[in-house]
């Protein structure tokens, strides 16, 4: 696990691969946290980092305790859960939503998309971001679909869009979107 509180730098990696984790405060600098397993919950006041991966493993936190990526964002096959948010900051130009065959990410919580973010299925075949109850994408940024076969499903979420929402790969492949989206 890996427990953080207050404020910090980060200047490389640090990996949570198991366990149980608790973080609050801010984290600057130029690295990354990444998260490979285990639990990882935001505390009270939430958390700040330049970079989150999220490769595995569940991220959780109560309403309030959002987790906040300021420079870059990576998700592909884990959990985001709980009533706090990931918030993905206007700071954030590439951001990357990663589906395939063995790569799901679940939302169950909300992913507010301040910046940019490209979702594409990676080359072992078609995926989905599975947004069950609870989930919601709040994009207020740039969201786009940069490849064929990177689907939204799962029941009971939704997509609010008052930003950029859409798929900037030419073809003609559909691209389906069970969630409803207002």
Not at 10 to 27: E, P
Request: charged residues 10%; proline residues 2%; hydrophobic residues 35%.
């Amino acid at each position: 696990g890996f427990n953080h509180t207050g404020i910090g730098t980060i200047t490389g990696d640090l990996y949570m691969t198991g366990g149980t984790g608790t973080v609050s405060g801010t984290l600057n600098g130029t690295g990354r946290l990444l998260l490979g397993g285990g639990t990882l919950t935001t505390g009270a006041g939430g958390f700040t980092v330049p970079g989150y991966y999220q490769y595995g493993g569940v991220l959780d936190g109560a309403t309030g305790n959002n987790l906040t990526a300021t420079s870059s964002f990576y998700w592909s096959h884990a959990t985001m859960t709980g009533t706090g948010k990931t918030i993905v900051a206007n700071t954030v130009t590439a951001g990357e939503i990663v589906v395939g065959t063995a790569l799901i990410p679940i939302l169950t919580r909300t992913l507010q998309n301040d910046g940019t973010i490209s979702q594409r299925h990676n080359n072992a075949g078609p995926g989905s971001l599975v947004i069950n109850a609870g989930g919601l994408i709040d994009n207020r940024g740039t969201y786009r679909f940069t490849t064929d076969l990177a689907d939204i499903t799962g029941t009971g979420g939704a997509i609010l869009n008052t930003g950029t929402f859409g798929k900037s790969v030419v073809s003609t492949a559909a691209t389906t979107i069970s969630a409803p989206l207002t």
